[in-house]
C-alpha cells in the first residue's frame, strides 16, 4: 500500500450498508456459510467489516456513535495505507507504530477509543481466518509516564561501561580484548539487552540502513526483537568486526570466547567482567543484569511510552515495565537522556 490518493481513503457508510451493485464481490463473500475474504482488497475488508460488525442493517446506535466510529476506522485505513504493506502482511512492529503514533497525537479518551476499535478489526480478522495469529492480543492501552522531578547523572555508568576495556590482563591480543570488553559494556548501557542476549549476539545481526543502526535478534521465549543502535555503539562493532578479522579470530560472535573455536563468553566470564568495572569505579559490585534495569529506568524517566519501552526490552507483559515506573515515582527521580 502507499500514499497514492491518501486523502480518498474513506469508509463509505451509505454505499456499504446498501451493498449496491458496486459491491458485487462483498456480496458473493457473504452468500458463503463462511467469510472468505482472500479476493477482496483492503478497502474492501473494511467495508465488510463495517457492514458486518459495526453497522449491520438491525443496528440501532445513534448517529453520534457512527460518526465516532466512521472517524476510527478511517484513521486505521489510513495507517494501514500509508505505513504498511497492506492488511494481509500485517506485522506486529506496525501495531507498535499503530500505538505510539495514536498515544502521541490524542489524549487518553481517544486513544482508548482507538485502540479498541483496532483490537476489534483484528480480532474479525483472526475469527474469520484472514490472520492466522489473533494480533488483537498486541493491542493494549497505555499510559504516558509522569515527568518526574529530581536529577540523575548517569556518567557513571557510561564509565563503567567504558572501564570494561581496562578488566583485561593478559598481553596476548591485548588490543582486541579491550576493544571486546568494551563493546560489552557499551551494548549493555545503550541497548537494555539481557546478558544471555548479548551473549548470543552475532555479528550477522547487526544491520545498518540510510536511516538507522540496529540489531535484530531472537529473545527470550523466541521471540524477535528489534534495537536501535547508538552511532557510538555501531562504530564499536565495526571496529570491532574489522579487528577480529585482522587477528586471524574464526568467530561469529560478538562476545566472542578466545578459547573456544566460534563460541560465545560464558555468563560467568561476562559477570566477572562487569563487577571488575563496577568495583574499579564505585563501591558497587554490579551484575550485568544491572544496566538492564538502568536502561529501562532510564526510558521510562525520559517520558518514553509504557508500550514502547516494553517493545524494546522484551517483557512478556507491560505490568513487568509498570513495575520499573512505580518504582521511579516512589524514588522521585528523574533521568538524563544520553548525548
Not at 453497522?55 to 440501532?60: E, L
Not at 576495556?165 to 582486541?176: A, M
Request: hydrophobic residues 40%; aromatic residues 10%; glycine residues 2%.
Amino acid at each position: 500500500m502507499n500514499e497514492e490518493g491518501t486523502n480518498e481513503i474513506v469508509i463509505e457508510e451509505e454505499a456499504v450498508l446498501a451493498f449496491a451493485d458496486s459491491r458485487e464481490k462483498l456480496l458473493a463473500v457473504l452468500e458463503n456459510d463462511h467469510l472468505n475474504m482472500e479476493a477482496l482488497s483492503d478497502l474492501e475488508i473494511f467495508e465488510l467489516f463495517w457492514a458486518t460488525e459495526l453497522f449491520p442493517i438491525y443496528s440501532q446506535k445513534s448517529p453520534h456513535t457512527k460518526r465516532a466510529y466512521k472517524q476510527d476506522l478511517d484513521y486505521i485505513l489510513r495507517f494501514f495505507v500509508i505505513k504498511t504493506q497492506g492488511v494481509k502482511q500485517l506485522t506486529i512492529l506496525n501495531l507498535h507504530e499503530y500505538l505510539k503514533d495514536v498515544h502521541d497525537q490524542y489524549a487518553p479518551r481517544t486513544v482508548k477509543r482507538r485502540n479498541a476499535m483496532l483490537r476489534r478489526f483484528l480480532r474479525f480478522l483472526y475469527v474469520n481466518d484472514y490472520h492466522t495469529r489473533d494480533l488483537s492480543l498486541q493491542v493494549k492501552d497505555q499510559m504516558k509516564p509522569e515527568p518526574l522531578r529530581r536529577e540523575i547523572d548517569f556518567d557513571e555508568m557510561e564509565a563503567i561501561a567504558i572501564a570494561f576495556r581496562h578488566t583485561v590482563k593478559q598481553k596476548k591480543n591485548r588490543e582486541l580484548l579491550q576493544l571486546r570488553n568494551e563493546t560489552m559494556g557499551y551494548l549493555l548501557l545503550t541497548t537494555g539487552m539481557r546478558a544471555a542476549e548479548l551473549l548470543a549476539l552475532q555479528f550477522s545481526q547487526v544491520h545498518e540502513t540510510p536511516s538507522t543502526n540496529y540489531i535484530e535478534f531472537k529473545g527470550k521465549r523466541e521471540k524477535w526483537r528489534r534495537i536501535p543502535l547508538s552511532k557510538k555503539a555501531f562504530h564499536l562493532i565495526q571496529r570491532l568486526k574489522k579487528l577480529i578479522q585482522i587477528e586471524g579470530i574464526m568467530n561469529s560472535y560478538l562476545c566472542f570466547n578466545m578459547h573456544k573455536k566460534n563460541a560465545p563468553l560464558s555468563y560467568e566470564a561476562l559477570r566477572i567482567i562487569a563487577q571488575s568495572a563496577s568495583i574499579q569505579l564505585s563501591s558497587q559490585n554490579n551484575s550485568p543484569h544491572w544496566f538492564r534495569r538502568s536502561f529501562i529506568t532510564k526510558l521510562l524517566s525520559n517520558g518514553i511510552p509504557l508500550y514502547e519501552v516494553m517493545s524494546i526490552s522484551g517483557h512478556e507483559s507491560i505490568t513487568t515495565t509498570n513495575t520499573y515506573l512505580q518504582q521511579l515515582k516512589k524514588a522521585d527521580l528523574n533521568v538524563l537522556p544520553y548525548e
